[in-house]
């Protein structure tokens, strides 16, 4: 059993930047592979960034390369998701998630049920 809770949600102005996080317990973290996702009102629960169980890949949204990265602290059983030049466009709730069972190929992670475990998720607004 794994526990995630989100943090570090928040309302900002376009442009500005966001740091969010997700602290996960029940498992020793540097176990499984950690992942973000989002979901705006109205819209189906989309894929951000995966980071897999050593922190030695990531994968991304194409749409969001270069603006989102996300890292991990195995110590700290600990994800981030560092948010840069946010858009209105990012307003979502954000969740985490952790693969520990499932595969955790390149393709895979970017499916929502590949996950077996989800935080309850963290608003971001992001005025314009």
């Known amino acids: 059993q794994v526990q995630l809770v989100e943090s570090g949600g928040g309302l900002v102005q376009a442009g500005d930047s966001l740091r969010l996080s997700c602290v996960a317990s029940?498992?020793?973290?540097?176990?499984?592979?950690m992942g973000w996702f989002r979901q705006s009102p109205g819209k189906e629960r989309e894929f951000v960034a995966h980071?897999?169980?050593?922190?030695?890949?990531?994968y991304y949204a194409d749409s969001l390369k270069g603006r989102f990265t996300m890292s991990r602290e195995n110590g700290k059983n600990t994800v981030y998701l560092q948010m840069d030049a946010l858009k209105p466009e990012d307003t979502a709730v954000y969740y985490c998630?952790?693969?520990?069972w499932g595969p955790g190929n390149a393709q895979a992670v970017r499916n929502m049920n590949t996950y077996d475990y989800w935080g309850q998720g963290t608003q971001v607004t992001v005025s314009s």
């Open positions: 029940g498992r020793p973290g540097g176990t499984y592979g």
């Open positions: 998630a952790a693969i520990v």
């Open positions: 980071i897999t169980w050593d922190g030695g890949s990531t």
